[in-house]
């Protein structure tokens, strides 16, 4: 938590986050699913992130452990730590309170259908649109690799939601 709140303070965007990796795919290489890494180059910006558009091909890069791989391959000291561009993340995320709130918060959760997935992304991508967000390397965090107790994903929440913002 301290790291990631100290980035939120240095980084000054809507959100940072370290993405859990998964630590029995270290044998795993995946460079397809890495080629789209960018470092954040000075201040962490505003992104629209959609599918199909320009920064929606990140989202491989938080699969099997492809973020230890780069960490890696960055030679990063300790304690030193770089910020990235991402699509979303799908855990360990520290918010600007103040951001999260002004792009919205969750305030659409009780638009969601019961079967829906995905309300962490467009929560992000809400608050990227204004505040921007970033990644952090080393991630950090440890995904436990068990089962996701969401197997229904045909209803994501952006569909829902941005379409209906957009009729």
């Given at each position: ?107 659409f959760w009780a638009d969601l259908p019961a079967d ?21 390397l080393p991630s950090g965090a440890v995904h436990l ?23």
């Open positions: 938590m301290a790291r990631l709140s100290g980035a939120l303070d240095e980084l000054a965007c809507g959100f940072v986050g370290m993405a859990p990796q998964g630590l029995s795919y270290l044998n795993d290489r995946r460079p397809e699913q890495t080629a789209n890494f960018e470092a954040w180059e000075g201040q962490v910006g505003a992104e629209r992130i959609r599918p199909g558009a320009p920064g929606f091909d990140r989202w491989p890069l938080h699969s099997a452990a492809n973020l230890s791989h780069l960490s890696a391959e960055l030679s990063l000291q300790p304690g030193q730590w770089v910020p990235y561009r991402v699509a979303w993340l799908g855990g360990c995320v520290l918010y600007r309170r103040e951001a999260l709130n002004d792009a919205g918060g969750f305030t829906h997935a995905g309300e962490d992304v467009l929560a992000q991508w809400q608050v990227m649109e204004r505040f921007g967000g970033a990644g952090i690799e068990s089962p996701t107790t969401v197997t229904d994903r045909r209803v994501e929440a952006y569909d829902v939601v941005l379409n209906r913002e957009s009729a």
